[in-house]
Nanobody, 120 residues
């Protein structure tokens, strides 16, 4: 199982980035994928997740209305579109695979992170 996150970078507040999580080594359609982030000195937090069954997405309150998670099953890739970025969104962003079709199963595989830096 491999998960490769990409798309991070430096952006000004109010700008946008799109993160990608390319998955391989498992049946993509059978597992939920989540995005997490960790800023220096803080605990890792869940940002968004998407169910493998109906493509339903969930976003934590702090990013609702600004971030959108989606998946392209043909490409085995999950995207996180981040708009109206704020300095407090600065963090290392990770994607992870759940142990089943929803994240309630817990996350069992993690990719390396991609750094997002939002300047004020």
């Amino acid at each position: 199982v491999q998960l490769q996150a990409s798309g991070g970078g430096l952006v000004q507040a109010g700008g946008s980035l799109r993160l990608s999580c390319a998955a391989s080594g498992f049946s993509f359609d059978d597992y939920a994928i989540g995005w997490f982030r960790q800023a220096p000195g803080t605990e890792r937090e869940g940002v968004s997740c998407i169910s493998s069954t109906d493509g339903g997405g969930f976003h934590t309150d702090s990013v609702k209305g600004r971030f959108t998670i989606s998946s392209d099953n043909a490409k085995n890739t999950v995207y996180l579109q981040m708009n109206s970025l704020k300095p407090e969104d600065t963090a290392l962003y990770y994607c992870a695979r759940a142990g089943g079709w929803v994240v309630n199963y817990g996350m069992d595989y993690w990719g390396k992170g991609t750094l997002v830096t939002v300047s004020s």
